[in-house]
T-cell receptor
Framework: DQQVKQNSPSLSVQEGRISILNCDYTNSMFDYFLWYKKYPAEGPTFLIS?????DKNEDGRFTVFLNKSAKHLSLHIVPSQPGDSAVYFCAATKYFFGTDKLIFGTGTRLQVFP | DAGVIQSPRHEVTEMGQEVTLRCKPI?????LFWYRQTMMRGLELLIY????????DSGMPEDRFSAKMPNASFSTLKIQPSEPRDSAVYFC????????????????FGDGTRLSIL
C-alpha cells in the first residue's frame, strides 16, 4: 500500500516557466515532508522540507506547499532551468512521533527543455 | 568532506550466488539506512540502524536478506541466495538523528550499487 503517491511519472516544462510537482499521502500521522532530487547514476540529494505546522516553505527558486486537509503537497520551481532536469522524490515521516523512517513516493521525472 | 561511500558501484552475478553490498556512512552520523529502488515501487526502506543497532527491519523482503553494522563506519547488506527479482539499485544513506538538536536532519545518500542477478 503506497502511503506516499506521486501520480505523474513524468513532466516536461519549458525553460523559464514554472514546474509543479505533486505528491499525495494517505497517513494523517505524517508531520514532516521532504523533497529529494536525483540525477542519473547518483544518489538522491535533499532539496527542501516542510513541517506540518507550516503551509509553505521557500528556498530560492524552490517552494513547497502543504495542504493538510487534502493530504497534498506540491513543489514549485520558478523559473525552471535545464539543470533542474532530474527525478524528484517526495518523502514523508512521523518526526514528532520519534521515528526517523522516511516513506518515499515513486518519483516524477522532470525534463526542462530550452 | 567525503559523503556516503558505497561499493561496488555495479555488481552482476548469477542466481544463487551470495551478494554483499558495502557502505561507509558520513563520519559522525549515527543513523544508517538501506534502501532499494525499483521502477514499480520507487525507493523502499529495507532497514535502518541507530548507533549500530538495527531499529526497524520490517522492510527486509525475505530471510535471504541480512544487514549488519559492526561499527560506526561500516555496514553490509547481504543477499544469500540471490534471485533475479533482487535486481535493483541499492542505496545506503546516513544522517544525524533528531536528538542532535538540529531538528530533523536530512539523509545523505551514497551513489548506489546497481545489482543485476542473471
Amino acid at each position: 500500500d503506497q502511503q506516499v503517491k506521486q501520480n505523474s511519472p513524468s513532466l516536461s516544462v519549458q525553460e523559464g516557466r514554472i514546474s509543479i510537482l505533486n505528491c499525495d499521502y494517505t497517513n494523517s500521522m505524517f508531520d514532516y515532508f521532504l523533497w529529494y532530487k536525483k540525477y542519473p547514476a547518483e544518489g538522491p540529494t535533499f532539496l527542501i522540507s516542510i513541517s506540518s505546522i507550516k503551509d509553505k516553505n521557500e528556498d530560492g527558486r524552490f517552494t513547497v506547499f502543504l495542504n493538510k486537509s487534502a493530504k497534498h503537497l506540491s513543489l514549485h520551481i520558478v523559473p525552471s532551468q535545464p539543470g533542474d532536469s532530474a527525478v524528484y522524490f517526495c518523502a514523508a515521516t512521523k518526526y514528532f512521533f520519534g521515528t526517523d523512517k522516511l516513506i518515499f513516493g515513486t518519483g516524477t521525472r522532470l525534463q526542462v527543455f530550452p | 568532506d567525503a559523503g556516503v561511500i558505497q561499493s561496488p558501484r555495479h555488481e552482476v552475478t548469477e542466481m544463487g550466488q551470495e551478494v554483499t553490498l558495502r557502505c561507509k556512512p558520513i563520519s559522525g552520523h549515527d543513523y544508517l539506512f538501506w534502501y532499494r529502488q525499483t521502477m514499480m515501487r520507487g525507493l523502499e526502506l529495507l532497514i535502518y540502524f541507530n548507533n549500530n543497532v538495527p531499529i526497524d527491519d520490517s522492510g527486509m523482503p525475505e530471510d535471504r536478506f541480512s544487514a549488519k553494522m559492526p561499527n560506526a563506519s561500516f555496514s553490509t547488506l547481504k543477499i544469500q541466495p540471490s534471485e533475479p527479482r533482487d535486481s535493483a539499485v541499492y542505496f545506503c544513506a546516513s544522517s544525524l538523528g533528531p536528538g542532535q538538536g538540529s531538528g530533523n536532519q536530512p539523509q545523505h545518500f551514497g551513489d548506489g550499487t546497481r545489482l543485476s542477478i542473471l
